[in-house]
């Protein structure tokens, strides 16, 4: 479980995201940063932001379902986007994954990533609850 932190001293969260994230005594995961590729490993929505977006976080979703934990168990976000103001227009995407207590992001508009056709990588950071996590086989 996570409890989010906006100070009435700084300027207020615009988006779904909270300004800090308060941990408690579950299971740290890591995730791998993770891009826009189905199952077999197809590039979808070649030149969509919001349908990679979409893509990317249905990854991450998948990855900490497998181990038991849940898109509210993320605590922080690090996302990567050749393009920011297209990226910044798939915010109702993420609300469609997200809910109060939203994790802490850091958004960094980069050059490209390994394949030319994806626009955006995300890795994240979750804490599952103990009595939730099943430890991979």
Do not use: C
């Not at 609300?95 to 056709?117: A, G, I, K, M």
């Amino acid at each position: 479980m996570v409890d989010s932190f906006n100070p009435p001293d700084v300027w207020a969260p615009f988006g779904a995201f909270s300004m800090a994230v308060i941990q408690g005594d579950g299971q740290v995961v890591h995730l791998k940063g993770q891009v826009a590729l189905d199952r077999d490993g197809n590039v979808v929505g070649k030149g969509d932001m919001r349908a990679q977006v979409r893509q990317v976080l249905e990854n991450i979703r998948t990855v900490l379902a497998a181990l038991g934990g849940t898109m509210g168990d993320i605590v922080s976000l690090t996302q990567y986007a050749t393009d920011i103001e297209l990226f910044m227009q798939s915010g109702d995407v993420r609300q469609e994954f997200f809910t109060d207590p939203y994790p802490v992001t850091t958004t960094v508009e980069v050059s490209r990533l390994y394949h030319t056709d994806l626009m955006i990588e995300i890795t994240a950071i979750a804490e599952i609850p103990r009595d939730s996590f099943r430890h991979p086989a």
